[in-house]
């Protein structure tokens, strides 16, 4: 039971001397300040207690970047005592504790103590002691920084280095950047920079170095001031050496020309400065140069048999050369016949399908017009009852309708008679005085087909 009591006892001990040193009586937001070399610079401490419940009594501090340690204020809620050193400098005002630098050089930078010793009205004998520290820098803004490139001129692949260097005339702490085509550098097997960057080093220098570099300074104070650009040329190649042709039928190394073509070969390759190009003929062992530059022109008729040939390109400032062979064969191809038989069937084919879609066309609309069923079915349901009942004759079941009067007319003064129907019997005696001829009358009608058949 003893022993339980003394161990409560001892916890919150602990835990009274836990919330006494845990609690904050003063507070400093920021612990490190980034000063400006000529301006002034607040070191702002928050108070957590009511001041007119308590006396204070504390001292601001320097200690310099050498070791020195210097008090420059003592202060109280009421009275504050600077260093005379200091007085023109440092501005205390009672009785807040925050403390103003005015002026930063460089001789402020170091670290800076509050000492701060509390006595409550109400706990009399009772002081708590708070101490607090701020780190601070003086930096002079970066000017802008110059670059500088050595050798000043173009420089070959493989055989130069080239040193870059990167200056500011103002500026304290001051961290260099390089970009080439505004891509960050880095360090490598070829890029060397020195320990604040401000130099860099690429040796030796290849192909892919070339391009526009720039550097960037920077400090606490100044967030990035930029370079003017330079341009690094650097002489390489040649590289990718190919022959190209737009006539004839290409198979790896081998060119197949029309007998009778004329032909033109391009020779190109990646290379700083332009190549020299020199085309060479090779004929029974023997090389010919037979042309300079990089277009080559072949007539094929003045080829007996396949034949080969060499292109060689020559960098004057790498001393550096690459060669390209093929082989040229004339032999008939048949692209003129293909291109001109496919185009001739072309536009057959396009005629005939074009002449076809017109009488589609044609048919469609004459079928239509005359055939169309709507049109057909009208027919039949608009005709007479009697019309549409009435059954098949052949012309003879009824011989009542045929009979009648019939007369041939002929008109003096004409070369052919014309032919008059169903004229009455007053009418073709009126018309006998114009020479009317009657060959036929039908004077008796029989009653009904039954009588006529009997008699």
Known sequence: MEATGRTALYICSVLFALTEVSSEYIHMPALVHHGIEGDPLFLFVETHFPLDDAEIQGTWSHTKLSGSRTTLVTFTK???????????????????????????????????????????????????????SVRVTVDAPVSTPVIEKSPSYAVVEDKANVTWTCSVERGTRVVFQWLRDNVPLVPSDRYHFSRDNSTLLISPVKKEDKGTYRCVASNP??????SRALELNVYYGPYNL?????????????????????????????????????????????????????????????????E???????????QKQDEAQF????????????????????WLAVITVCSLFVIGCMLLFFLRRNCHPKRVLLGIYN?????????????????????GIYEFVSIPGKSESAQASCRSLARLESLQDMHTTIYDVIRHVPETPSQSLLK
């Open 383 to 403: 005709r007479p009852f009697t019309e549409q009942k009435r059954p098949h004759r052949s012309g003879h079941e009824d011989a009542t309708e045929d009979f």
């Open 78 to 132: 009421d009275t504050a005592i600077t260093d005379m050193m200091y007085r023109n400098h440092v501005l205390f005002r009672e009785p807040n504790v925050s403390l103003l630098i005015q002026n930063l050089n460089q001789g402020d930078e170091g670290t800076y103590h509050l000492s701060l010793n509390i006595e409550f009205h109400n706990k009399t004998g009772q002081v708590i002691k708070e101490e607090r």
């Open 221 to 226: 104070v100044s967030p990035g001031e930029d």
């Open 242 to 306: 190919e022959v190209s042709s737009v006539q004839g039928l290409r198979t790896g190394e081998v060119f197949t020309i029309n007998p009778g073509e004329l032909v033109f070969f391009e020779c190109q390759a990646d290379s700083n400065p332009p190549n020299s190009y020199v085309w060479i003929s090779k004929r029974r062992n023997a090389s010919q140069v037979i042309n300079e530059g990089p277009r080559l022109e072949v007539r094929s008729y003045r080829l007996a048999q396949a």
């Open 327 to 346: 082989t040229l064969v004339v032999a008939s191809l048949g692209t003129e016949k293909h291109i001109q038989a496919g185009g001739s069937v072309s």
């Open 308 to 318: 080969q040939y060499l292109c060689r390109a020559f960098n004057n400032a790498t």
